[in-house]
């Protein structure tokens, strides 16, 4: 108790609560600005690897192979003389349930 009666721990006291707990810098702030941090690292490393996904995409697309192969697979596309026969696998049918 002789502690609580020392005008510095008092200071002392009433500096540590006020820089852990209210000030702008406190460590609450730091910690929600740490997982801020945290998030946005994440954000820009899934950022990073679309952007390699897409670069790859254009490298590929830029060859008259790739566009080739983009309009057959996507589109549907043919030549003249060709058929196209899509194949759908019954578990990748759309189905209605069965109490419809």
């Not at 740490?34 to 390699?52: A, C, P, Q, R, T």
Request: hydrophobic share 35%; glycine share 0%; aromatic share 12%.
């Amino acid at each position: 108790m002789k502690y609580l009666k020392n005008i510095f721990v008092i200071i002392f006291i009433v500096f540590a609560v006020w820089m852990l707990f209210i000030d702008s810098n406190s460590l609450l702030i730091h910690h929600e600005l740490n997982e801020d941090i945290s998030d946005l690292e994440d954000e820009k490393e899934y950022y990073n690897k679309e952007i390699e996904k897409d670069k790859k995409a254009i490298k590929e697309l830029s060859t008259d192979e790739g566009i080739e192969k983009l309009a057959r697979e996507k589109y549907y596309m043919k030549k003249d003389n060709e058929d196209i026969y899509i194949i759908e696998y019954e578990d990748s049918l759309k189905t209605k349930p069965n109490n419809e």
